[in-house]
């Protein structure tokens, strides 16, 4: 079975300033990794994924997440945000059939 | 090249009724996966169907039963709606290939069920 804990609710940051996103997760098979954005009224994109390889992993809009083992974490990051990144960021985990289980999801709230 | 559509964007029922929500998946997939999304809550895997047939069930009872048709599009159905069921609920499709690869899933925008 497999589980993912996002440890924040709402994390509310001022644009430009570095955020953090944390999530751990919990399996008892090799895993998959997933970041997940929703904005108002929409369905869920795929923001970055790991699935093997480099532990550190980028999307092209700016964000990061690293896979930590050893610490079972995928961290969500980014450096400098901006009001449209104000969104709800889901991370998922999932084993070899890549059906994603979902965390409940973090609310990024960018202000001016 | 159109993405995944779905319908009604809404839906208000009673408790007790049946429901139909449908799904039209992104031009060449051919997997259809339901996820239920409660408010506050992320999205829980329904079922998934490849190629017609059921690929893949979550933690749901029978009362949710799904199809897919020949041009891949799906529907959800639920029996016996109870007040717990209220959700958004998103269809997702992928281009499944032969063997256990990974496939992007892309998400439509749901369907918003109210149950009173």
């Given at each position: 079975a497999q589980s993912v804990t996002q440890l924040d609710s709402q994390v509310p940051v001022f644009e430009e300033a570095p955020v953090e996103l944390r999530c751990n997760y919990s399996s008892s098979v090799s895993v998959y990794l997933f970041w997940y954005v929703q904005y108002p009224n929409q369905g869920l994109q795929l923001?970055?994924?790991?699935?093997?390889?480099?532990?550190?992993?980028?999307?092209?809009?700016?964000?990061?997440?690293?896979?930590?083992?050893?610490?079972?974490?995928?961290?969500?990051?980014?450096?400098?945000?901006?009001?449209s990144?104000?969104?709800?960021?889901?991370?998922?985990?999932?084993?070899?059939?890549?059906?994603?289980?979902?965390?409940?999801?973090?609310?990024?709230?960018?202000?001016? | 090249e159109t993405g995944v559509t779905q319908s009604p964007t809404h839906l208000i029922k009673t408790r007790g009724q049946q429901v139909?929500?449908?799904?039209?998946?992104?031009?060449?997939?051919n997997t259809v996966s339901w996820y239920q999304q409660a408010l506050g809550q992320g999205p829980q895997f329904i079922f998934q169907y490849y190629r017609e047939e059921e690929n893949g069930r979550g933690n749901f009872p029978p009362r949710f039963s799904g199809l897919q048709f020949?041009?891949?599009?799906?529907?959800?159905?639920?029996?016996?709606?109870e007040l717990d069921d209220s959700a958004l609920y998103l269809c997702a499709s992928s281009p499944k290939s032969r063997g256990n690869s990974y496939n992007e899933q892309f998400f439509g925008p749901?369907?918003?069920?109210?149950?009173?």
């Open positions: 923001l970055l994924k790991y699935l093997s390889g480099s532990t550190l992993v980028e999307s092209i809009n700016g964000f990061e997440a690293e896979f930590n083992k050893s610490q079972t974490s995928f961290h969500l990051r980014k450096p400098s945000v901006h009001i990144d104000t969104a709800e960021y889901f991370c998922a985990v999932s084993g070899g059939s890549y059906i994603p289980t979902f965390g409940r999801g973090t609310s990024l709230i960018v202000h001016p | 139909t929500l449908r799904c039209s998946s992104q031009s060449g997939h020949p041009n891949y599009s799906s529907e959800l159905n639920v029996n016996a709606l749901g369907t918003r069920l109210t149950v009173l």
